[in-house]
């Protein structure tokens, strides 16, 4: 197992070298507009996932990804004079889901915007179904009459000497 600080830096390196020789062009037609977004490399640095976005239509999509697929040999060959390590990493280009996945997530918010509005617009105009303030509060009374006289109703009585006992 290596250190995964030099996994990192060698996924770094080999972004940047496949990224600048795509950039410098394959004599591939079928290889469109390219982005290298990220490489992965293996705790044994013996396989590099290198994840790639293609500007395009899906036509274009499957096209660069053979013209990739067909070409990792030959990108294999400059990862390995530009690396300083014993063994050449193994190439695998995976299309990376990017584009797709923001989409998807411009539409849920768009979703919950017009959710949200149409709520503000529903609470806007809403009543209550009940009292607008439906707690009960404890009562106040206004003197100590109409407290006796409450607990006397409630079966209290008085012993003077100030504790009250139920009857």
Not at 75 to 91: D, F, M, Q, W
């Amino acid at each position: 197992m290596v250190d995964p600080a030099r996994a990192r830096k060698m996924a770094d390196r080999i972004k940047v070298i496949v990224a600048k020789r795509l950039e410098r062009g394959l004599r591939d037609p079928r290889l469109g507009f390219v982005t290298i977004t990220d490489v992965k490399v293996t705790g044994d640095l013996q396989h590099a996932s290198v994840f790639y976005t293609v500007y395009g239509s899906e036509q274009e999509r499957d096209d660069s990804a053979a013209a990739l697929k067909a070409a990792t040999g030959m990108l294999r060959s400059e990862v390995g004079k530009n690396i300083t390590a014993r063994l050449t990493p193994s190439l695998e280009f995976i299309a990376d889901a990017i584009p797709e996945n923001a989409k998807h997530i411009e539409e849920l918010l768009r979703e919950a915007h017009e959710r949200d509005t149409a709520v503000g617009t529903l609470a806007s105009t809403a009543v209550y179904a009940g009292d607008a303030d439906p707690y009960v509060k404890p009562r106040e009374f206004g003197d100590d009459d109409d407290l006796a006289a409450e607990e006397d109703a409630a079966g209290f009585d008085d012993t003077g000497d100030g504790r009250t006992k139920r009857h």
